[in-house]
């Protein structure tokens, strides 16, 4: 069964950091780009962060770049954010994305960030 698998969610004081995982497994890919969205209640969800796959040039949402990093592991089909600085205001569900080139969007199950003042 093919699925990403999220992990590194919790809560955090305002001003900390995080760092958020996701590896696909259950089949082979051929993998266009990978990424993180995040999503409040009620709001549509919004890019935070993606990378392309094959040449690693990464791309942030809401100017998020100078407080998250996103890296991808080639070997492992995986992607890692590093959220530093956190603010109340990054509380959301934060969901992994892999975009393939022939299955098309796969999404995570999602993982909460919480960041508490």
């Known amino acids: 069964q093919v699925q990403l698998v999220e992990s590194g969610g919790g809560t955090v004081q305002a001003g900390g950091s995080l760092r958020l995982s996701c590896a696909a497994s259950g089949g082979t890919f051929d993998v266009m780009d990978m990424g993180w969205f995040r999503q409040i209640p009620g709001v549509d969800r919004r890019i935070v962060a993606r990378?392309?796959?094959?040449?690693?040039?990464?791309h942030y949402g809401d100017a998020l770049g100078g407080r998250f990093t996103i890296t991808r592991d080639l070997a492992k089909t995986a992607v890692s954010l590093q959220m530093d600085t956190l603010e109340p205001e990054d509380t959301a569900m934060y969901y992994c994305?892999?975009?393939?080139?022939?299955?098309?969007?796969?999404w995570g199950q999602g993982t909460q960030v919480t960041v508490s003042t």
């Open positions: 990378i392309s796959w094959r040449a690693g040039s990464a």
């Open positions: 994305y892999l975009d393939d080139y022939k299955r098309g969007r796969i």
